[in-house]
């Protein structure tokens, strides 16, 4: 795959997910902090702002579902991460309860692992509903 047919899906899922109002841009020159990571979103709080990164390995694959899918899910996060900063705020602002840091740890990888988990059904549900296709290149 080329740059440009992955930045046409991430436009495509942008519009999919009712991110139109978001600016989401595109890096190449910066990989996944995560070795084994297709890509990575990163979101500027209180902003419409992302960025995605992709590793440059994905423009080897040939799998246009596969790709379309990782894209899918990275934009997918931002709906949900908003869970977590969330539950940091109430952690934050805890009225003087003394809360450990091994609990705050705890809730932190429980709560990354679920909406992990969320993200990867819904960017399924979503690619399986919503195909992508190169028909929709340029369009």
């Avoid at 960017?123 to 509903?129: E, G, M, P, R, V």
Wanted: aromatic share 10%.
């Amino acid at each position: 795959m080329t740059k440009e047919q992955i930045e046409q899906m991430v436009r495509y899922w942008q519009i999919q997910l009712r991110l139109q109002n978001w600016v989401i841009a595109v890096r190449w020159d910066v990989t996944p902090s995560a070795s084994d990571a297709a890509a990575q979103v990163n979101k500027i709080d209180g902003r419409y702002y992302a960025s995605v990164r992709f590793c440059p390995d994905i423009l080897e694959y040939e799998d246009m579902e596969e790709v379309s899918l990782y894209v899918c899910h990275e934009l997918t996060h931002l709906h949900l991460n908003q869970i977590w900063h969330t539950v940091e705020i109430l952690l934050r602002d805890k009225g003087g309860c003394v809360i450990s840091h091994d609990f705050i740890a705890d809730l932190n990888k429980l709560i990354c692992r679920d909406i992990e988990h969320a993200t990867d059904a819904l960017s399924t549900a979503f690619t399986i509903a919503l195909p992508y296709s190169k028909e929709l290149d340029g369009r």
